[in-house]
């Protein structure tokens, strides 16, 4: 029994000694990522060319078209094992002419209204649209009103982001249906239009645009949509009090186009143990058109790229393919996601964990997982790694939206989470450009997500594990 005991605390500090070893490495290794990126990091740079140089970069824009030429040649330039094109159809819409709108509460006696076409939108009428207004908060509004105070008049949707919300993105997804199928629902009831109240917590004077649908709504019973900024959404709400039958007018110059060809932008480090399995890191290379996109998405496609930059520069060689892939109408489609997922399964390609960074290129506080509990498991087994760079942040919850459709049994799929509370203050709007991010930050976020690819890389995720001892 002596002896037993003996061998049972012998094996016990074996086992301890190694865990220390690991983790004594892993932080070496993590501390090499960290010093690279903020020493010699290329993620701010490629940024400051595809915001300054490039610009926004809408689906089927020439913008985008110059991006994915862009991205691909620096992609190139790293000596990757294989870098191209993956094609993709996707939508065409262009905004035209400058948006512009007025309150109207007397004859002659106006006031000017920030707003902006909503993405997809329908354009008004060549002399644009006027029309009494009736304010709701949300869409089961609507039904509450009925048609005979809703038709001919636009509709104003005005519920505000929920402010008491810590996470800023649960305030967002309380109240973007209003914006999505606002249109579409207010049709039914015979609205001329819709202005729809900025999803943004700051208050000031700039419109957000954003997607939208119309459904199944015929073409001629489609109706304008546009944002309207926070400041001017409190002064309409204001003056409706005052004034309840003011006219609204606005007037929007966009088009719809047939679909056009893009691509995804892939580029890959073959795994030197487990060529056949895949990890991705990626952000969505297209933004809207009012500002240059830079924290939507173009941090997270610079950083995604500096992923496998720093690999190659700290001279690791992983065990499984690394790929990064900058997928093309994230914000008016997620074509790019899909094809990209629809591409993997006839191929038989076998993804074991997806990261994606879609939050911004603020301060990184650490990551969301979409998985099993053994896997998250492993996962906060890893969080003392990240704790001195004060990355706490390890919790279930979303992903991102490119690589939702990766989504089966056996993959982990995660989300760079930065601090989100500035994010909305430039989300979809003019004001989403370059001198808006830090570089420090954007830097400290590719090194973060570096180092998560390479612990997964590593350990790889308990699925793929199980099946390498069967």
């Given at each position: 029994m002596i002896r037993i005991a003996l061998i049972c605390i012998c094996l016990l500090f074996t086992a301890e000694s190694f865990s220390q070893k690991v983790n004594k490495e892993d932080s070496i290794t993590l501390r090499k990522i960290f010093d690279t990126a903020l020493l010699n990091g290329q993620s701010y740079n490629w940024l400051d060319h595809l915001s300054n140089n490039i610009g926004g970069r809408l689906s089927g824009s020439i913008q985008a078209e110059k991006a994915v030429n862009y991205t691909k040649e620096e992609l190139d330039k790293l000596g990757l094992d294989k870098v191209w094109l993956q094609p993709v159809m996707v939508p065409k819409w262009t905004r035209g002419r400058a948006e512009y709108a007025y309150i109207e509460t007397a004859p002659g006696i106006t006031s000017i209204a920030n707003v902006c076409a909503l993405g997809g939108s329908v354009s008004t009428p060549a002399a644009g649209l006027k029309a009494e207004v009736v304010e709701v908060q949300g869409i089961e509004d609507l039904e509450k009103l009925g048609r005979?105070?809703?038709?001919?008049?636009?509709?104003?949707?005005n519920r505000p982001m929920q402010a008491n919300l810590i996470s800023t993105f649960s305030s967002y997804g309380g109240c973007v249906d209003q914006r999505y199928s606002g249109a579409m629902e207010a049709a039914k009831y015979g609205a001329v239009g819709v202005v729809v109240r900025s999803m943004n917590l700051r208050m000031d004077d700039l419109p957000h645009t954003g997607s939208m649908t119309y459904g199944d709504t015929p073409a001629s019973k489609r109706i304008p949509a546009c944002a309207i900024s926070t400041n001017d959404a409190e002064y309409l709400s204001t003056a409706l009090k005052l004034k309840p039958d003011l006219n609204f007018y606005f007037k929007q110059n966009c088009k719809v186009y047939p679909d056009v060809q893009s691509y995804n932008v892939i580029g890959e480090i073959t795994g030197s143990q487990y060529p056949n399995k895949y990890i991705i890191v990626g952000g969505?290379?297209?933004?809207?058109?009012?500002?240059?996109?830079?924290h939507d998405d173009g941090a997270g496609c610079v950083q995604s790229m500096e992923v496998l930059r720093l690999f190659k520069e700290i001279n690791y060689r992983p065990r499984h393919t690394i790929r990064v892939v900058l997928f093309m109408n994230e914000e008016n489609g997620?074509?790019?996601g899909r094809k990209y997922a629809e591409e993997a399964k006839l191929k038989q390609e076998e993804h074991i964990f997806a990261l994606e960074s879609d939050a911004g290129g603020f301060t990184p506080r650490g990551f969301s997982f979409d998985t099993?509990?053994?896997?998250f498991q492993q996962v906060l087994s890893w969080k003392p790694l990240f704790k001195p760079y004060l990355i706490h942040y390890f919790e279930k919850g979303g992903s991102g939206a490119d690589i939702g459709p990766l989504k089966d049994e056996k993959i982990v799929l995660a989300g760079l989470r930065p601090d989100s509370q500035r994010y909305f203050d430039h989300?979809?709007?003019a004001n989403d450009t370059f001198d808006?991010?830090?570089?420090?930050?954007?830097?400290?976020?590719?090194a973060t997500m570096t180092s998560l690819i390479y612990l997964f890389d590593k350990y790889g995720t308990k699925t793929s594990l199980t099946e390498v001892k069967n």
């Amino acid at each position: 029994m002596i002896r037993i005991a003996l061998i049972c605390i012998c094996l016990l500090f074996t086992a301890e000694s190694f865990s220390q070893k690991v983790n004594k490495e892993d932080s070496i290794t993590l501390r090499k990522i960290f010093d690279t990126a903020l020493l010699n990091g290329q993620s701010y740079n490629w940024l400051d060319h595809l915001s300054n140089n490039i610009g926004g970069r809408l689906s089927g824009s020439i913008q985008a078209e110059k991006a994915v030429n862009y991205t691909k040649e620096e992609l190139d330039k790293l000596g990757l094992d294989k870098v191209w094109l993956q094609p993709v159809m996707v939508p065409k819409w262009t905004r035209g002419r400058a948006e512009y709108a007025y309150i109207e509460t007397a004859p002659g006696i106006t006031s000017i209204a920030n707003v902006c076409a909503l993405g997809g939108s329908v354009s008004t009428p060549a002399a644009g649209l006027k029309a009494e207004v009736v304010e709701v908060q949300g869409i089961e509004d609507l039904e509450k009103l009925g048609r005979d105070k809703i038709e001919g008049k636009i509709v104003f949707f005005n519920r505000p982001m929920q402010a008491n919300l810590i996470s800023t993105f649960s305030s967002y997804g309380g109240c973007v249906d209003q914006r999505y199928s606002g249109a579409m629902e207010a049709a039914k009831y015979g609205a001329v239009g819709v202005v729809v109240r900025s999803m943004n917590l700051r208050m000031d004077d700039l419109p957000h645009t954003g997607s939208m649908t119309y459904g199944d709504t015929p073409a001629s019973k489609r109706i304008p949509a546009c944002a309207i900024s926070t400041n001017d959404a409190e002064y309409l709400s204001t003056a409706l009090k005052l004034k309840p039958d003011l006219n609204f007018y606005f007037k929007q110059n966009c088009k719809v186009y047939p679909d056009v060809q893009s691509y995804n932008v892939i580029g890959e480090i073959t795994g030197s143990q487990y060529p056949n399995k895949y990890i991705i890191v990626g952000g969505h290379l297209d933004s809207w058109d009012l500002g240059d996109g830079s924290h939507d998405d173009g941090a997270g496609c610079v950083q995604s790229m500096e992923v496998l930059r720093l690999f190659k520069e700290i001279n690791y060689r992983p065990r499984h393919t690394i790929r990064v892939v900058l997928f093309m109408n994230e914000e008016n489609g997620l074509r790019g996601g899909r094809k990209y997922a629809e591409e993997a399964k006839l191929k038989q390609e076998e993804h074991i964990f997806a990261l994606e960074s879609d939050a911004g290129g603020f301060t990184p506080r650490g990551f969301s997982f979409d998985t099993d509990e053994a896997n998250f498991q492993q996962v906060l087994s890893w969080k003392p790694l990240f704790k001195p760079y004060l990355i706490h942040y390890f919790e279930k919850g979303g992903s991102g939206a490119d690589i939702g459709p990766l989504k089966d049994e056996k993959i982990v799929l995660a989300g760079l989470r930065p601090d989100s509370q500035r994010y909305f203050d430039h989300h979809h709007a003019a004001n989403d450009t370059f001198d808006a991010v830090n570089k420090r930050e954007l830097e400290l976020g590719g090194a973060t997500m570096t180092s998560l690819i390479y612990l997964f890389d590593k350990y790889g995720t308990k699925t793929s594990l199980t099946e390498v001892k069967n």
